[in-house]
């Protein structure tokens, strides 16, 4: 017998419906454990039917003096004895099997519901004939018959079978067996013949939709089982499931090293832009297949988007991780660059909550990005102060909003050409009164990585609009702020509307508010940006694209995207001086932009010469220590009363 298929053939089609297929095990299982609940209700029938014809016997015999001793009474009623016996029997088993008391075995119960098929249908034939010899009808073998329909419920064709093979028996046995008192056949008449065999079909039908209604529920269920331990996508198991493995990995492998592994497989966004959502999907796909080859056995899963994970035995791993990295690069030769990096959390103790461990090899391995270097990192001692920081994050930033430990900083960005003071770029610190001093490289990764970055920045772009009211109301300088907006911020929360809020509530002129968004944060395509971005320059906001130069696609984004500032990522004065190619690259950026019409500020600028080099270029305005580190605005304040910060007319 073979899988089922879904196949459209007339033959297919028949042989599926008469059950000519086999089930798995989960059906199997499931029509099983029905059945037996059936039989279990229907041998609590005839066992109170049997009980009950016993008591009558008592009365219509006994107290008659009908019969005389006891031996005459078990006589004439031993058939409801053997029943009642049988019945009771089979309540008992039905009622332990179902309960899960005894340990389900599928031949036993077959055995058994068998025998009290046998046992009641075996009564049903010798007092149907009894009675038909007698001229009375065969309502004993009906009877019978529809006490173990239950039973019948199975395949469609083996329930057919049995149907067609006890109704004809039986009538074979009536038309050839049964002879009245003088000794001549008895026969059934016409008409009764004709509702004998309306019973059986009627029967058949009865049993046959049964079976389809438990099919179906089992087939329901199945689907609704796996859908809760499977990835949806992938079909491999799911972070649930992996937990459940992963336990019993640690218990059978007590006291040997063990390893938990994260996956992720970097840059897979632009994977999705250039490929699509179907593209992206078959890649994910062809992971979850490529992880599971690679651990048979073991438990793995997908934790989520592009990230995978797996646990195994800790010995050799290293040289497996390097062939498993080999063959994902061997794989992915693509137009696109993909890199597959690797977390890795070893442990030896069994008590090491599943969760927890993979989290910290993704911990691992989310420090690995941008780093094109390595692609493989073992949780250690060494990380596990930077991974209760961020645990402390995740745990606190609801508080940390509420109580006011997140405060704004403010870098200064100059005018190039007269060094006078634009704007201001507003960035986030954490002083935590247990923790003490976070910055922003120690939360905002983390916050993004956990979806919660959009609670921060609410935060602080509320802080950016009651500072800059109060100055106005004080009648103080205030200069344009420019705040840093993550792609995430535009899908946890209705980024745009929670900024028209603020500018409302606080009554800020838009011009004062100008939008950061990181070039790694825009893809091709997307169409939340592109309608956020559009929405921002109607209402009238600056957007700025920000650290242009730092990822992978920075062309692209300048193609699809309207900006009105561009702002050079500092990598680019990283080594200021010594490479000359630096100067002809942000030379060629800045005319780039003069170009595209927009306008540029370069950032990290740390020293004159860089000053020097970026006036004479052409670049609008400058950003970096050389002119302040982030500050507090009231010392922004006060260098601006103190007249270090020239404040200019030009705003930003
Ligand atoms: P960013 O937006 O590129 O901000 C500039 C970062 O460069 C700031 O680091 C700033 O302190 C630093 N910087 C400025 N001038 C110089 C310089 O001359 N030399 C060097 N070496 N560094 C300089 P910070 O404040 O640590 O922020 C790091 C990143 O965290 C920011 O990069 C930004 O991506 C993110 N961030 C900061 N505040 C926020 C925020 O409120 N919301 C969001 N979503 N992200 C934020
Ligand atoms: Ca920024
Ligand atoms: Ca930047």
């Known amino acids: 017998m ?194 004998y065999v309306t019973f059986f079909i009627s029967l058949s039908v009865l049993v046959l939709s049964v079976y389809y209604q438990r099919y179906r529920e089992a087939v329901k269920s199945d689907i609704l089982a796996k859908s809760a331990v499977t990835d949806e996508l992938t079909g491999i198991p799911n972070m649930h499931q992996f937990c459940e493995k992963a336990k019993e990995f640690q218990e059978h492998n007590e006291g040997k090293e063990h390893a938990f592994l994260s996956f992720n497989i970097e840059n897979f966004r632009t994977y999705n832009d250039r490929y699509g959502y179907e593209g992206g999907n078959k890649l994910l796909i062809e992971m979850g297949r490529f992880i599971e080859e690679r651990f048979p056995g073991d438990p793995v899963a997908r934790q989520g988007d592009d990230k995978f994970a797996a646990l195994c035995p800790a010995e050799g791993i290293e040289e497996r991780i390097r062939k498993i990295h080999d063959d994902f690069l061997a794989a992915n030769k693509g137009e696109v660059y993909l890199d597959l990096k690797i977390g890795i959390y070893k442990s030896d103790k069994t008590e090491d909550e599943p969760r927890q461990a993979v989290d910290k090899a993704r911990y691992a391995a989310s420090l690995l990005k941008n780093h094109d270097d390595r692609y493989q990192m073992e949780y250690d001692t060494k990380l596990a102060d930077a991974y209760s920081t961020r645990q402390y994050v995740l745990n606190n930033i609801d508080k940390a909003v509420k109580e006011g430990y997140i405060q704004v900083f403010y870098q200064p960005v100059m005018e190039a050409s007269n060094v006078e003071l634009c704007g201001c770029e507003a960035l986030a610190r954490w002083i935590d009164p247990e923790v003490g001093f976070l910055s922003p490289g120690q939360f905002i990764p983390v916050l993004e990585e956990c979806r919660q970055i959009h609670k921060l920045d609410r935060c602080i772009y509320e802080n950016v609009c009651r500072q800059m009211r109060k100055s106005m109301d004080a009648g103080k300088p205030v200069f344009p702020v420019s705040l840093n907006f993550s792609r995430l911020d535009f899908e946890l929360m209705d980024a745009v509307k929670e900024l028209e809020g603020l500018v409302e509530k606080y009554d800020i002129p838009r011009h004062y508010l100008h939008v950061e968004i990181t070039e790694s944060a825009l893809s091709e395509n997307d169409a939340l940006l592109h309608d956020a971005i559009d929405v921002l320059h109607d209402k009238g906001y600056a957007v700025w694209l920000d650290d242009f130069g730092s990822g992978y696609s920075s062309m692209n984004v300048l193609k699809d995207y309207r900006f009105d500032m561009l702002k050079i990522d500092m990598v680019f004065l990283k080594n200021f001086g010594q490479n000359p190619n630096s100067e002809r690259i942000i030379k060629s950026i800045l005319d780039l932009a003069a170009s595209l019409n927009m306008r540029t500020l370069t950032e990290g600028v740390e020293n004159n010469e860089a000053v020097d080099f970026l006036r004479s270029a052409g670049c609008g305005c400058l950003q970096g220590y050389f002119y302040g580190k982030p500050m507090k605005y009231e010392e922004i304040q006060e260098k601006i009363e103190k007249g270090e910060y020239k404040l200019s007319g030009r705003l930003i």
Not at 54 to 70: P, S
Not at 73 to 80: A, I, R
Not at 136 to 164: G, Q
Request: with cysteine; proline share 1%.
């Open 2 to 195: 073979e899988e089922r298929k879904d196949g459209k053939g007339l033959f297919r089609k028949l042989a599926d419906s008469l059950g000519f297929y086999k089930n798995n095990a989960y059906v199997a299982d499931h029509l099983r454990e029905a059945d037996m609940r059936s039989t279990m209700y229907m041998a609590g029938v005839v066992a109170v039917l049997e009980l009950f014809m016993l008591i009558r016997y008592v009365f219509r015999w006994v107290l008659t003096g009908k019969c005389a001793t006891a031996a005459d009474f078990f006589h004439y009623t031993k058939s409801y004895w053997i029943l009642l016996a049988a019945a009771l029997f089979m309540l008992t088993y039905a009622w332990l099997y179902i309960s899960g008391r005894i340990k389900k075995k599928k031949q036993l119960s077959w055995l058994f519901t068998g025998a009290f098929f046998a046992v009641s249908i075996y009564f049903g034939i010798l007092t149907g004939m009894t009675d038909f010899s007698k001229g009375k009808m065969v309502t004993a073998f009906l009877t019978m018959m529809l006490f173990v329909t239950v039973i019948l419920v199975w395949r469609p064709f083996t329930s057919l079978l049995l149907m067609a093979g006890f109704g004809g028996g039986f009538l074979f046995l009536i038309d050839h067996f049964c002879i009245d008192k003088e000794g001549n056949p008895v026969q059934m008449g016409e008409g009764d013949r004709l509702n």
